[in-house]
Nanobody, 112 residues
Framework: VQLQASGGGLVQAGGSQRLSCKAS????????MGWYRQAPGKQRELVAT???????NYADFVKGRFTISRDNVRRTTYLQMNSLGFEDTAVYYC???????WGRGTQVTVSS
């Protein structure tokens, strides 16, 4: 199983970024997917999840700002992030829920 995350980088406060996570080696459409993040010195935390039938769930700190989605044909999970703040600086990981499969992570840095 491989989860290839991309789309991270440097973004100004208040800006937007879209992360992608392409999966291979699994029957993607059957699995719930999640995005997590880990800021320096902090534990990894859940950002958002999306079930195989597109039901979504968000951490309170991203509600109204982030949108998780998926494309089962492309086997890709997306995280659209808007109104980014300094507190959103972290490494973002995609995850196959209820499994041990994690992507390598992509760094998002919010600057002034």
């Amino acid at each position: 199983v491989q989860l290839q995350a991309s789309g991270g980088g440097l973004v100004q406060a208040g800006g937007s970024q879209r992360l992608s996570c392409k999966a291979s080696g699994i029957n993607f459409r059957l699995y719930e997917m999640g995005w997590y993040r880990q800021a320096p010195g902090k534990q990894r935390e859940l950002v958002a999840t999306i079930t195989s039938d597109h039901k979504v769930n968000y951490a309170d700190f991203v509600k109204g700002r982030f949108t998780i989605s998926r494309d089962n044909v492309r086997r890709t999970t997306y995280l659209q992030m808007n109104s980014l703040g300094f507190e959103d600086t972290a490494v973002y990981y995609c995850h196959v829920q209820s499994s041990n499969f994690w992507g390598r992570g992509t760094q998002v840095t919010v600057s002034s």
